[in-house]
């Protein structure tokens, strides 16, 4: 006896459903076709391939754990103090401030009890920020670290001493001009010290086998980043600092500082990307007028 086929395949079932539904999956992988080849893909595709969350969780872990403590005792040395600098990065308000003053000790006492094994730790932690940044960086700008030990330690023993001293002079500058310009004098400053600093930082910790003037693309687009992060810190990590001591106590406090350094990781990463696509956006421009003119 022979089936009915519309019993076998009823309506909207089975074969037509799937012929309902290719048309849409079609037109779905043919938009992630597009975007994957457009820039916004292409700048997707290269941030992914860096890992830059990861990284910037592992940056933020390895900042609190590390620069922290480097940054307070240097800090504490030069006549500074690492909670202003972390205030003054953070835009927090006078609550917010206490919280951050209530967790952090100035320095003072770490430098009256330092030893010599306790600052060789130090020092070693703030190298180890400067390994990681470079190891970013080649990634990112796919490059090879040119072999030798001590020229490595040379240089990022060279970009410890240059991040203290910049934002020791960040926050000098910042106390000095806030009653004159506030808020916005204060991120236009945040621009362009952020600029300079990346743009040649990213230059020495990649070992200068990248000019300085390709580098500039990626300073801009750092010092962008982190203006950002600074504006939207003044408007949201007060009250998430508070609510933080509110709900969790210190703990509370250290999540913010963590999320606050989680997005300085991302914008480290944002920039750098940008400033290689950049690169790659004016050599492909170029590469048409080379052949023409020939």
């Known amino acids: 006896m022979r089936e009915d086929p519309e019993l076998l395949d009823p309506p909207g079932s089975g074969h037509e459903a799937e012929a309902a539904q290719a048309p849409g999956w079609s037109r779905l992988r043919t938009r992630l076709a ?12 290269h941030l992914s391939t860096a890992d830059f969350m990861n990284s910037s969780f592992a940056f933020a872990a390895l900042a609190v754990l590390s620069a922290f403590p480097f940054l307070a005792v240097t800090s504490s040395v030069i006549g500074g103090d690492i909670r202003r600098a972390i205030v003054a990065r953070m835009g927090l308000n006078a609550d917010a401030t206490r919280n951050v003053n209530a967790l952090i000790s100035t320095g003072n006492h770490a430098v009256a009890t330092l030893t010599w094994i306790s600052a060789i730790v130090l020092v070693l932690g703030g190298i180890g920020m400067a390994s990681t940044l470079s190891t970013w960086y080649h990634r990112i700008f ?57 743009w040649w930082s990213t230059y020495m910790l990649l070992y200068r086998q990248v000019p300085l003037r390709r580098l500039f693309p990626a300073g801009v687009a750092t010092g962008a980043c982190i203006t950002g992060l600074g504006v939207v810190s003044s408007f949201l990590f007060s009250d998430q ?36 696509m950049w690169n790659e956006w004016q050599d492909e421009r170029a590469l048409p007028e080379n052949q023409s003119g020939r």
Do not use: M, N
């Open 241 to 276: 600092v508070t609510s933080g001591q509110k709900s969790y106590g210190p703990a509370g406090v250290v999540i913010a500082l963590i999320t606050f350094l989680v997005g300085f990781g991302v914008c480290l990463h944002a920039g750098a990307v940008f400033g290689r």
């Open 142 to 198: 796919a490059r090879t670290p040119p072999k030798g030990l001590l020229r490595h330690l040379a240089y990022q023993a060279a970009g410890v001493v240059a991040f203290t001293f910049y934002i020791s002079f960040e926050v000098w500058l910042f106390d000095l001009v806030r009653p004159v310009g506030g808020r916005g004098l204060i991120f236009l400053l945040t621009f362009v010290f952020a600029v300079l600093f990346w």
């Open 34 to 45: 597009r975007f994957e080849q457009s820039a916004a893909g292409r700048y997707w595709a």
